[in-house]
């Protein structure tokens, strides 16, 4: 794996501009993309190309996933959502 594009990825999913975004893309970013292949890392570069409100809406569920975005990495995303919400120190998990 390429370190320099793990890190422009752990960097652009820490900083999207939209806090809750960032709150589940970080964790996923720094615990889950160092274990994908080169294949789910372009999916999950083309995922955070979208814009802020429709991925994130797409990953918590209150708009479907368009089908050329429903792939093995956006249900990783799914459902680390719940850990990443239950890793938060201040939502009193």
């Known amino acids: 794996m390429d370190p320099a594009r793990l890190n422009r990825?752990?960097?652009?999913a820490w900083r999207r501009?939209?806090?809750?975004?960032d709150l589940i893309l970080g964790p996923f970013a720094d615990?889950?993309?160092p274990t994908l292949?080169?294949?789910?890392?372009?999916?999950?570069?083309r995922l955070m190309d979208q814009p802020d409100q429709d991925l994130y809406a797409w990953i918590v569920g209150t708009s479907p996933t368009p089908a050329a975005f429903e792939?093995?990495?956006m249900g990783r995303l799914k459902a680390f959502r719940f850990d990443a919400r239950d890793a938060r120190s201040?939502?009193?998990a």
């Open 31 to 33: 615990t889950v993309a």
């Open 71 to 73: 792939t093995g990495i």
């Open 90 to 92: 201040d939502l009193g």
């Open 9 to 12: 990825i752990r960097f652009r």
């Open 17 to 21: 501009g939209f806090v809750e975004a």
């Open 37 to 45: 292949s080169e294949v789910e890392l372009d999916d999950l570069e």
